[in-house]
């Protein structure tokens, strides 16, 4: 069973920066994809962005160029960058590993907050 806890919530003002973290409890040596996704209160969970463990690169349209995801394999650590952050950003993000051909795993969810 993986772990995967986030970090790096919190609250800013429209216009600011945060990143998000998310480390995997063990190295994982299959074939992989990493994500993070969100859920506003009364909404549905929305995918944001993934990358695979090749390096490739998917983002929402409502995020693009505005949040980075990366990864660190070294570290077995995810990150998402936010920047020009909208109220509308506000949810609890999440992010979820999948590991070829179907083992998922989740994080437990961080808060975002972005004030007017």
């Known amino acids: 069973q993986v772990q995967m806890v986030e970090s790096g919530g919190g609250s800013v003002q429209a216009g600011g920066s945060l990143r998000l973290s998310c480390a995997a409890s063990?190295?994982?040596?299959?074939?992989?994809?990493l994500s993070w996704y969100r859920q506003a209160p009364g909404k549905q969970r929305e995918l944001v962005a993934r990358?695979?463990?090749?390096?490739?690169?998917y983002y929402a349209d409502f995020v693009k160029g505005r949040f980075t995801i990366s990864r660190d394999n070294t570290k077995n650590t995810v990150y998402l960058q936010m920047n020009s952050l909208k109220p509308e950003d506000t949810a609890v993000y999440s992010c979820?590993?999948?590991?070829?051909?179907?083992?998922?795993?989740w994080g437990q969810g961080t808060q975002v907050t972005v004030s007017s």
């Open positions: 990358i695979a463990s090749g390096g490739s690169t």
């Open positions: 979820n590993i999948l590991v070829v051909p179907r083992d998922t795993y």
């Open positions: 063990e190295t994982i040596h299959r074939l992989n994809v």
